[in-house]
């Protein structure tokens, strides 16, 4: 191939991860209806028009932003739960997922607020990835617990999450490193209380 084809490529993802960025950004500041396509390829450093080169819509680039995210969740959990088992795997999610909410403030904050922006068939399988990660958690909390009704034990899973993705609203005080060791601490208490 030559390298030329490859500098393409590559100027080509890092174009989509700029405007996916600026997305986040931007969605997370204004919300999805708040943004226009102009603003977002001004914001990633490309005319508006340019944005389409890599998106096919703004809808698309919101697709893109939340399928990216959960897909990273779920693939994340499964390696986990693929290497490791009982408190150790609880813990490796419990930090995998603390890590992706500390780094992802601006995309939790348009999950919460977009989801329903997004096309059927994204928003359907956002949520199936969502549920498919759930069910990674209730799997190692079942192997600690099993006794335990799946229902609750999804229920913490979920309790934790609400937790963790709270970070963009919380912990404005704390340096990141006091901050991660907190919602690691209190996520294993609630998980295994």
Known sequence: MPS???????????RR????????RLF????YSGVSIEELGAAAGVSGPA???????????????????SEGLFDGGENVV?????IDALGSLVRFH???ALDNPDVIRVQDRDLDQLADPDRHTVRTLQR?????????????KPDADPAVLRTRAHAVFGLLNSTPHS??????????EELERIALAALLA
Do not use: C, M, N
Not at 51 to 69: E, I, M, R, T
């Open 132 to 144: 498919r990660y759930v069910e990674l958690w209730v799997e190692v909390l079942a192997e600690l």
């Open 171 to 180: 912990g404005l005080g704390l340096s990141s490193t006091v901050l991660r």
């Open 98 to 100: 603390t890590s992706f």
């Open 51 to 69: 944005v389409y080169k890599h998106f096919p819509s703004k809808q698309a680039v919101l697709g893109a932003l939340l399928l990216d995210a």
């Open 28 to 31: 997370a500041e204004r919300g």
């Open 82 to 86: 693929a290497t490791e088992h009982g």
């Open 4 to 14: 030329s084809t490859i500098t393409r490529s590559q100027a080509k993802v890092q």
């Open 17 to 24: 991860e700029a405007l996916l960025l600026a997305a986040a």
